[in-house]
Nanobody, 114 residues
Framework: VQLQASGGGLVQPGGSLRLSCRAS????????VSWYRQNPGMQREWVAT???????NYADSVKGRFAVSRDNAANTAYLQMSSLKSEDTGVYYC?????????WGQGTQVTVSS
């Protein structure tokens, strides 16, 4: 199982970014995909999950601003981030659980700054 995350970058406060997580070796349609973020010296923080059945959950800090989705044909999950704040800065990771083993993408940097 491999996950390829992309889409990070530098964005001004209030801006938007869409992160992508392309999976190989498993299907995003049959395994829930989660997003986490981490800053130096901090623990990795859960951000959002899109379950295989389509249910989604968000951390309170991003609720109403972030949205998870997936494209089954492309075997890719997405994290749409809007109304970004400086505190959203961090390395974002996608993750998938397959047969009780959690796999991680390589992370993509998101920097929210003016």
């Amino acid at each position: 199982v491999q996950l390829q995350a992309s889409g990070g970058g530098l964005v001004q406060p209030g801006g938007s970014l869409r992160l992508s997580c392309r999976a190989s070796g498993t299907l995003v349609s049959t395994n829930g995909v989660s997003w986490y973020r981490q800053n130096p010296g901090m623990q990795r923080e859960w951000v959002a999950t899109l379950a295989s059945g389509g249910a989604f959950n968000y951390a309170d800090s991003v609720k109403g601003r972030f949205a998870v989705s997936r494209d089954n044909a492309a075997n890719t999950a997405y994290l749409q981030m809007s109304s970004l704040k400086s505190e959203d800065t961090g390395v974002y990771y996608c993750s998938i659980m397959v047969r009780n083993v959690r796999y991680w993408g390589q992370g993509t940097q998101v920097t929210v700054s003016s």
